[in-house]
T-cell receptor, first 113, second 116 residues
Framework: DGGITQSPKYLFRKEGQNVTLSCEQN?????MYWYRQDPGQGLRLIYY???????QKGDIAEGYSVSREKKESFPLTVTSAQKNPTAFYLC????????????FGDGTRLSIL | GENVEQHPSTLSVQEGDSAVIKCTYS??????FPWYKQELGKGPQLIID?????GEKKDQRIAVTLNKTAKHFSLHITETQPEDSAVYFC???????????????FGKGTHLIIQP
């Protein structure tokens, strides 16, 4: 089955610690995205990548970093500089960035210990 | 950048009745408008989308209408069923101030409750 896999489903971070969220897709999509979702809020774009080895900041990139070394993988690191990291993180992909439908994974819930 | 407003935040309807969720957008250049359904603990699932060259699209019990002049679009669900209960998000594709971006701007969601 083709799809987007996010892991882990739940993640806990200690103060001052960096954590990395995994996102893998086997849809052969060029574009990938990371969103943050807070209770009662819509999704806000953190970073996106239109092609391998390229990525751009979204609306709320501060305190986050990404890499896109492989087409199928787009990991997100939540750094210690992100002072309010508790949220539901969603990864998405689309065939390209030309207004094609975005397909989402089932998310990672990050909490602070 | 694009701004999307979604109303209502909560909608309760009797099973079998229709539900309508409305969104407005600010960027007249936006040209793609998807709707997503999100169940608890899951990622959003695309249920229907519409492009700016079309005024209406229908898929079984779900329809979306787009008014480009007024910059608003709506989701219509007919003959609602208990499994329609979820949070629904509208979105619009516009250009970010960062230049050349192609992400989606989402509304804040509507919690649809189907009363048996």
């Amino acid at each position: 089955d083709g799809g987007i896999t996010q892991s882990p489903k739940y993640l806990f971070r200690k103060e001052g610690q960096n954590v990395t969220l995994s996102c893998e897709q086997n849809l052969n999509h060029d574009a990938m995205y990371w969103y943050r979702q807070d209770p009662g809020q819509g999704l806000r774009l953190i970073y996106y990548s239109q092609i391998v080895n390229d990525f751009q900041k979204g609306d709320i990139a501060e305190g986050y970093s990404v890499s896109r070394e492989k087409k199928e993988s787009f990991p997100l690191t939540v750094t210690s500089a992100q002072k309010n990291p508790t949220a539901f993180y969603l990864c998405a992909s689309s065939r390209d960035s030309g207004g094609q439908p975005q397909h989402f994974g089932d998310g990672t819930r990050l909490s602070i210990l | 950048g694009e701004n999307v407003e979604q109303h209502p935040s909560t909608l309760s309807v009797q099973e079998g009745d229709s539900a309508v969720i409305k969104c407005t957008y600010s960027d007249s250049a936006s040209n793609y408008f998807p709707w997503y359904k999100q169940e608890l603990g899951k990622g959003p699932q695309l249920i229907i989308d519409i492009r700016s060259n079309v005024g209406e699209k229908k898929d079984q019990r779900i329809a979306v209408t787009l008014n480009k002049t007024a910059k608003h679009f709506s989701l219509h669900i007919t003959e609602t069923q208990p499994e329609d209960s979820a949070v629904y998000f509208c979105a619009a594709r516009g250009m970010y101030s960062g230049g050349g971006a192609d992400g989606l701007t989402f509304g804040k969601g509507t919690h649809l409750i189907i009363q048996p």
